[in-house]
Structures are given as C-alpha cells and as structure tokens.
C-alpha cells in the first residue's frame, strides 16, 4: 500500500508585496536572461523573477538572478565623486562638475607632457552597449589614445581572434537552439551548470528529449564532466594537440566532408600536412588521453549528421587560446559543421556584455567591427562623427596585458579604469600593485567604491549599476536584449552614459561630434553605422522596444527584415538570425573561410620537483568575479565565503594536509593562504582555485600571454603547496574577507 503524509505543508514563498513588474535583463553572465524586477508600493526593488516569454530563459532564473534585485543597496555603493592628491590619503567629496574638469584637465596636461597615447583606458563587458558605444567615440574621437583597451583580454579575446583568423570576423556562428537538433556535442574547458546555468538547463532539456553524445574535456571532474557520456581530462593546456589528433584521425579515415572542404575553405593542404604529424599514439603522450578514445571521438564527431563545440575559459586563457579556436573552427569546417542546424563553432560569452563590447567599443579598432587598419573604415567613421579622419591611428595600440608593463617602463602615465577591478583580476597582483603605484593619475569609474584598485586611485567616479539605467546588451548568441531602468541610481551616482557624455564636452572634438543625450540616440546612430548588406554585425532593424516585446532579437536583423511572432503572452515579436554562415560564405577576401595549420610548442610552466602542483583556476556558481556584488548578499556569499582550494583526498594524505584546513601556496610570483577542499573533481597533481577573493589566486598566478590575442593563462602555472600556522591563517581570512 502507498504511504501518503496527509498534512504536507505546501512550500510558502514570502509576499514581497510587489506592486509592479518591471521588465529588464540579467547583469551577470552572457547567457541573457530576460528578469522582471518586482517594485513595492514605494519602488522599492524587493524581488526578481524569470520572464515566461523569454525565448533565452522561458521563466528561469540561477541562483545570481534570483537576488539581482539586491545590488542595488548593497554594502559600499559610492555616492559622490571623491578627489585626492595621493594614494592612501583620506578622500574629498566634490562635485560632479569639479571632478570632470579636473579629470579632463589631468588627460590633457599627460597628454601634452608625454604625448596623446601616455593617457590609457581600461573598460570592461559589463556597460551597456549604448555606453561603449558612447566611450568609444570619446576614446578614439576626442581623447585620441590608442591605448584603449577592456578587461575582454582576459576573457574572450581569444575568441575574437580565432574567429577572426578562421571566417574573417568576429561574431559566435551558433545559438542555443542548436542544441535541439545536434547529434554530438564536444564542450571544451566550459563548466556550464555553474557558470551558465540557464545555457546548461537548454543543453539538458534538449538531451532529455533525444540523447546525442556529450563529450567533455576538461582536466576537472566538473559537474558537466559528471554529466558526460565521455570525458576527456586533458593534460593543461594541451587541448591543441587533441584537436590535431582528431582531425589526424579524420582525415586519415577520410570521414571529411570533402564538398564542404572544397567549395567552402582554403588551406586543406596544409593543414593535412600539419596533422600527420599528430596521431593518436604521439597525440596521447602530450595530451594525456588515450588514443583509443581520441579514435573514437573523432569518429563519433564526424559521422553525426550535425556535431557542435563549444568552449569558455578552458581553452581561451590558454597561451594556444586563439590556436584553440582556431582548431575547433577547422574541426568544424572539415566535417562541415558550420552555420547548420545543430553543427556549430559556438563560444560560450563571459560577462553580460562582453559581446556589445566586441561589436561597437571601438576597443580593439572602430564601431561595428571596423578596423583602424583599414582607410575605408577610418573614413567613413570619421566623415558619420565629423572628425578629421587623420586623429585616428592606422593600427591597433596596446591590449589590457600589454598597456600594464608599458605603466610598469614609464611610457603609460595615466589611467582610467571603467568597470574593471585589476588588482583582483590580473594575473601576478603584486606587480600589478607595483605598477598601479607608479601612475601619475589613476580615476576609477565603479558602481561601488570598495572595489581594491580603488587603494591606488586618485579619483572615484560613481557609477549607476545596471537597472539603474537604460540600454542593451548583447548575448552568447548574437540576441541584443534590453535593460530597463527599473530605478533611479542611488545617491549622486550617475549613469556611465551621462559621465562619457559630460566628460566629452571638455575636449575640442567633443564639441564638433554630435554626442545624443538619450541611450536611444546612441542607438540609432550604431543602426546607421550598421546597415549593409554584406555586413553580418546589421542591427538596423531594430528598436528599444521591439526588442523588450521580443525578449531579444539576434542579429543580424536588417532594416525591413520581417519575421514576426507571438510570444507565449502573445506579444508580437520578431525573430532575428539564428545561425551565420548558412550559405558558406564567409567575411574573408574571397568568401572561403580560412584552415590554418597549429604546430605545438608546449611554453606553459609545467609542474617541477620544487613546485609539484598544476594550478587551475575559475569559477563558482555562487559568486561573480571579484565579488563586488555577491561577495556582500547573504543569500550568495553563505556558499562560499572563504578563500578554498580543491585537492585530491591522495595528494593531501600524501602531505599530511586535512579537510578544512588552511594551506601556503607558493609560486615563482608570490604566495597565497586558502582553505583546503578535499574532493576526487581535482586530479593528484592539481589543484582548483575559484578567483574570486581578493588577495588570493592573482597573488601566485602566471599569466603568459597568448601570441595572438595576448590573453594570459590564468589556468596554467605550478605550485607548491605548505603547512601554515591554523589560527594566524584564519585570522588572515577574517581581515581579508573584508565585507
Ligand atoms: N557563477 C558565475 N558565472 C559566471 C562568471 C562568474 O564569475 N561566476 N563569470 C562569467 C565569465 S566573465 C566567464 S569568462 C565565464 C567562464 O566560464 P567557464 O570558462 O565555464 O568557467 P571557468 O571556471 O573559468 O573555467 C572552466 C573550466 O576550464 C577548465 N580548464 C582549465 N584548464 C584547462 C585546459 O587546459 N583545457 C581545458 N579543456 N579545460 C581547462 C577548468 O578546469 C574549468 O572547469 O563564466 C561566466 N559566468
Ligand atoms: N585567476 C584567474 N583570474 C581571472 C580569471 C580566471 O578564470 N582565473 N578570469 C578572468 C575573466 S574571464 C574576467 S572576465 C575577469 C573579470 O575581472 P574584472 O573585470 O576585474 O571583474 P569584476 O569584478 O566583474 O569587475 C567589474 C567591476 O565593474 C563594476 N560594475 C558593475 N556594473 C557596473 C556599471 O554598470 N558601471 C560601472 N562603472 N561599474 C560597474 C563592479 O562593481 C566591478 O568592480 O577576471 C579575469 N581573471
Ligand atoms: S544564467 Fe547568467 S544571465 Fe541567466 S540568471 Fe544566471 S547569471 Fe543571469
Ligand atoms: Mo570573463
């Protein structure tokens, strides 16, 4: 007989009172979630849900939306701008007008002194993309330094320029959609149910109602590794090598597709010659997986009717970053896997907007993926702003990872960092420290004031956060989605819109170019710029509020596009572009996309007798990057509010090292004090550490730059690892735990 409990209470959620909901999108990570922010009787932000309409989300929510409504008034938002002549020294308020003025006067007087580049600017992923839109035209158009960068070179550079090196552009080919018609995914060094738990919720429904293969490499037992039916734990940074081997195995057992190759891609020559070299039995010494099982993965790969690779940071902060996308690039086109259905090259995106900032920043060139190395494109962008065309560079100035040493020599004397929290997030902090301390003029631009790098900072500029503002952001997939503001921003801070705006003002062009005081003026100038017909990046089709009824549209979207819609509430919508590149052509010089041979050279710091340790590291579900957010709502920081490591129950028995104690790091850099994790996800020789914490990871990591996309590998350096002294250790924690 079936035993049922009578007198179940059913699970209450509490009344938040919510009197409105406001329409918005998620601010942490690329997957773009469409939210609604409930608002109490007095605006007040007092809950968060998914929208049902949402193609993205259909009604989801992880654990980070669901508290977004939080950000708003937690622990140490800035209020008013603050001026200092030093470092260290106690902060003046002052006014909005005398900070900009200052600022302005500041960049002019280095400027002068040591010439138009010795002034730099650091953004990040995570503005709207009418506002890097906006900081692009100040940046290139009237402050005129080419050392104008965002913290994307930690992130998806190596994306962007692998793209560019296989198809000619930037620009992901793929979407979530895929994932219903795939009959093989490989997901390479991405740990989606923590870090895109809502692109990890679409992959599962879609395995759920048809099981395809889902084959992981990933040197962790990650919960999606837990999940796959192979997984494949790679020797770090070797992933190259794995991708030569199966393409090694394909091409030898001709199970390329010929037709695609050849109407379709130049290079085939020399990339088959590349690949001999790379069979399975020399491939599985350097690569650490078995060559039975790279035979069978590539077989499984290239005889399903439509195979798709993702990847994130397992392959990008690899000094092969670019090579690797490279690699899964041509993997797909041999097999001719790309811009169909289910046969995709698809990078999982990090920050919210890292993808806005790609198309129209003018961070690594001009908006709209122009490039400052073409005359045509520095003139038609100079002509549509009214500038002469000769202030713009012919090249592109220096990355994040380059514009810091050039600080370090003296050639960098002043600074603006926008959105961005260096002094946690670089690779090897203490020479960060070193250098930060070396700028004449330091300004940091933040939503909150007790971000680290402020120590070193001259100015504090106060920023709106998020739904304090109005704008888009564009995801994973090429879906430009909306951000409402839901609220007015707290205190005197302000959007980073009106900060670029007003700062402009203060310099000669900024008087000649037209810089429109709504984000839906920015917008249709980027419309304008966008319209074309062999131009992928084609967003003219759009406005702010088809995309709000739409919950995203993908672009490109051209003007007079029409494929309308019903959202499940029965709005009309439209649908953009799914996929890129259906047709084969390409945005290369001749229409083919490009196969590029990988030779490797394995240049990473390798585990040694004195540092014995490989050490990785990411992320947790819980928090975001340096915790400036979630490091202060309860509801997140509980899970993990202390600086821990992952070992292997083995390694630390072998040392005499207990759960939960707290253990030394050392490296060549520096030295790191954490918790210890005992958990079989690491192998023997490896540990994992999450980088959020302050003081923590960048102390001892490495960093070594990619050639091409001069991204580091934050994933890769040795350690060692030694005893501490438990109760000076856990003081250390308390201090540094700080909020
Ligand atoms: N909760 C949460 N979500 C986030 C973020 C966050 O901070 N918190 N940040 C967002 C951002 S900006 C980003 S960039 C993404 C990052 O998203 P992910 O890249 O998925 O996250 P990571 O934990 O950095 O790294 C992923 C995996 O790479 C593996 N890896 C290490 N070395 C290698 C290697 O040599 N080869 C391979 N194949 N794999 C390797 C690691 O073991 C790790 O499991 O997440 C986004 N989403
Ligand atoms: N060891 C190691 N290091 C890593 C990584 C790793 O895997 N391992 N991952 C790297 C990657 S992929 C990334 S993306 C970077 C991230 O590194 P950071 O960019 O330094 O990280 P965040 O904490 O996201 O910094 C963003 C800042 O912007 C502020 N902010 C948020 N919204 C706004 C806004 O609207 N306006 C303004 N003005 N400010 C705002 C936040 O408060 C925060 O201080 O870290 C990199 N560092
Ligand atoms: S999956 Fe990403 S976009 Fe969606 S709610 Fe979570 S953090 Fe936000
Ligand atoms: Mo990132």
Redesign the pocket.
């Known amino acids: 007989m079936l035993f049922r409990r009578k007198e179940q209470n059913p699970i209450r959620i509490a009344d938040k009172k919510v009197h409105e909901w406001k329409y918005t999108t998620c601010?942490y990570c690329s997957t773009g979630c469409s939210i609604e922010v409930g608002l109490d009787k007095n605006g007040k932000a007092v809950a968060s849900r998914g929208n049902a309409d949402a193609d993205v989300n259909r009604g989801k929510l992880c654990i980070k939306g669901i508290f977004e409504h939080e950000l708003f008034t937690i622990a140490g938002r800035g209020n008013k701008p603050l001026m200092r002549d030093k470092p260290y020294e106690p902060w003046t308020e002052t006014s909005w007008d005398g900070a900009l003025d200052y600022m302005a006067s500041e960049i002019k007087r280095i400027q002068a002194t040591y010439g138009r580049d010795s002034f730099s600017i650091v953004s990040?992923?995570?503005?709207l993309t009418e506002e890097f839109y906006t900081l692009g035209k100040l940046a290139r158009g009237c402050i005129g330094t080419n050392n104008y960068d965002g913290?994307t070179t930690?992130?998806m550079a190596s994306a962007v320029s692998g793209y560019k090196r296989s198809f000619g552009s930037d620009g992901p080919p793929g979407c979530y959609d895929d994932f219903e018609h795939t009959e093989c995914l490989i997901a390479w060094g991405s740990n989606l149910p923590e870090q895109h738990p809502i692109i990890y919720w679409r992959l599962k429904e879609a395995m759920e109602k048809r099981k395809f293969p889902l084959i992981v490499v990933d040197p962790r037992v990650t919960m999606l590794a837990q999940f796959a039916d192979i997984h494949l734990p790679v020797t770090p940074g070797t992933d190259v090598v794995l991708m030569n081997s199966l393409m090694h195995v394909i091409l030898a057992e001709g199970l390329e597709d010929r037709a695609y190759i050849e109407a379709h891609t130049n290079g085939i020559e020399a990339l088959e010659a590349c690949v001999k070299d790379y069979d399975p039995i020399t491939a599985s010494k350097l690569c650490g997986i078995d060559e039975d099982t790279i035979r069978v993965v590539a077989r499984l790969y290239a005889k399903a009717g439509a195979a798709m690779s993702i990847w994130t940071?397992g392959i990008n902060?690899s000094t092969h970053g670019s090579d690797g996308v490279v690699g899964i690039n041509s993997l797909n086109l041999i097999t001719g896997n790309i811009g169909k259905p289910g046969g995709t090259s698809l990078s999982i995106t990090?920050?919210c907007n890292a993808m806005g900032t790609r198309e129209w920043s003018s961070c690594s060139g001009l908006p709209g993926y122009r490039y400052l190395e073409k005359p045509e494109h520095r003139k038609e962008i100079a002509d549509f702003w009214g500038i002469d065309e000769s202030f713009f560079p012919t090249q592109r100035g220096l990355a994040e990872t380059d514009i810091f040493p050039a600080i370090e020599t003296g050639q960098i004397k002043g600074l603006w960092l926008?959105?961005?929290?260096?002094m946690?997030?670089m690779?090897n902090t203490a020479r960060i420290r070193k250098t930060l301390e070396k700028l004449e003029f330091l300004v940091i631009?933040?939503?909150?004031a007790d971000?680290e790098t402020t120590h070193y900072a001259h100015m504090y500029l106060p920023?709106?956060?998020?739904a304090e503002k109005e704008g888009c952001f564009t995801n994973t997939e090429r879906r430009v989605n909306i951000v409402r503001k839901v609220q007015e921003p707290v205190g005197e801070s302000k959007a980073?819109f009106w900060i670029f705006n007003q700062l402009a003002k203060r310099f000669e062009n900024g008087r000649k170019i037209h810089f429109p005081d709504t984000v839906e003026g920015a917008f249709n100038e980027m419309k304008q710029l966008s319209k074309g017909n062999t131009r992928t990046l084609d967003i003219s089709g759009m406005t702010h509020q088809l995309i709000e009824d739409s919950c995203g549209i993908q672009w490109p979207f051209r003007e007079g596009a029409e494929a309308p819609f019903q959202t499940p509430s029965g709005k009309n919508g439209v649908k953009g572009s799914p996929r890129l590149y259906s047709d084969g052509v390409f945005q290369t010089k001749d229409g083919r996309a490009n196969l590029i041979p990988l030779p490797f050279i394995n240049n990473n710091e390798v585990p040694c007798e004195q540092y014995p340790f490989w050490m990785n590291?990411?992320?947790v579900v819980e928090h975001?990057?340096?915790r400036?957010?979630t490091g202060k709502m309860g509801n997140l920081n509980k899970y993990s509010p202390t600086p821990y490591m992952e070992m292997n129950p083995d390694a630390a028995a072998e040392q005499g090292i207990q759960h939960g104690t707290y253990v030394r790091l050392v490296s060549r850099r520096g030295d790191a004090v954490v918790m210890v994790q005992l958990t079989q996800r690491v192998p023997r020789n490896m540990v994992f550490i999450p980088?959020h914490f302050f003081d923590c990871?960048?102390r001892v990591?490495l960093g070594l730059l990619d050639p091409h996309s001069r991204q580091p590998a934050?994933?890769q350096c040795a350690i060692r690892i030694e005893h501490v002294d438990q109760k000076l250790a856990a003081q250390l924690n308390v201090e540094r735990r700080g909020f």
């Open positions: 601010g990040t992923g995570q503005l913290n930690l992130c940071m902060q990090g920050q926008v959105a961005t929290n260096p946690t997030s690779p631009q933040d939503a909150y971000v920023a709106a956060v998020w980073d590291s990411g992320r975001f990057h340096t400036t957010r980088f990871v960048n990591s934050f994933k």
